[in-house]
T-cell receptor
């Protein structure tokens, strides 16, 4: 079953509002990765976090990895229509494979 | 740039047919993965391979098999397609199993 849980499943925001998606694992992860899938596209890698408590930024996107390395979040400040898509987190519950969350589908109203 | 290609973007098959989905990557990656993507369920791992002729089951291997005879190619086989295998199938590759994955464009399979 799903070993990496992600919420919410859907999020609809007005352009300019902030957006956050959360990822939780039942086991400690050696790293957490985030991907974005545009409508009709395939998942594209955004970033990887490795260290406990790590925070990384990409323009309006802020990624955090929890202290216990069991949770992570992606925050988008002042969403734009180009942010539309599904955001997935992924982590290796063991050392030899990866598991993806179910994704958060973001829609942005202009 | 890493390129992962899949044999078909769209495929329609009949129940009971044997279906082959092929994936090729051009970056000499050790690891390759097959996922299926369904609304609300995200990406579910079917099988992955960390070396030629090596394979590991993912979360939903039932009804599927895989083949990796060459490093660059990873095939997903539906021995006898069923309607519940109608889905989007995504192939991915990576340098190491815990590293970032590069995805192909996907194959939307419809089984009627």
């Amino acid at each position: 079953g799903q070993q990496v849980m992600q919420i919410p499943q859907y999020q609809h925001v007005q352009e300019g509002e902030d957006f956050t998606t959360y990822c939780n694992s039942s086991t400690t992860l050696s790293n957490i990765q985030w991907y974005k899938q545009r409508p009709g596209g395939h998942p594209v890698f955004l970033i990887q976090l490795v260290k406990s408590g790590e925070v990384k930024k990409q323009k309006r996107l802020t990624f955090q990895f929890g202290e216990a390395k069991k949770n992570s979040s992606l925050h988008i400040t002042a969403t734009q229509t180009t942010d539309v898509g599904t955001y997935f987190c992924a982590g290796p519950p063991r050392n030899n494979d990866m598991r993806f969350g179910a994704g958060t589908r973001l829609t942005v109203k202009p | 740039d890493v390129k992962v290609t899949q044999s078909s973007r769209y495929l329609v098959k009949r129940t009971g047919e044997k279906v082959f989905l092929e994936c090729v990557q051009d970056m000499d990656h050790e690891n390759m993965f097959w996922y299926r993507q369904d609304p609300g369920l995200g990406l579910r791992l079917i099988y992955f391979s960390y070396d030629v002729k090596m394979k590991e089951k993912g979360d939903i291997p039932e009804g599927y098999s895989v083949s990796r005879e060459k490093k660059e190619r990873f095939s997903l086989i539906l021995e006898s397609a069923s309607t519940n295998q109608t889905s989007m199938y995504l192939c991915a590759s990576s340098w190491e199993t815990r590293n970032e994955q590069y995805f192909g464009p996907g194959t939307r399979l419809t089984v009627t």
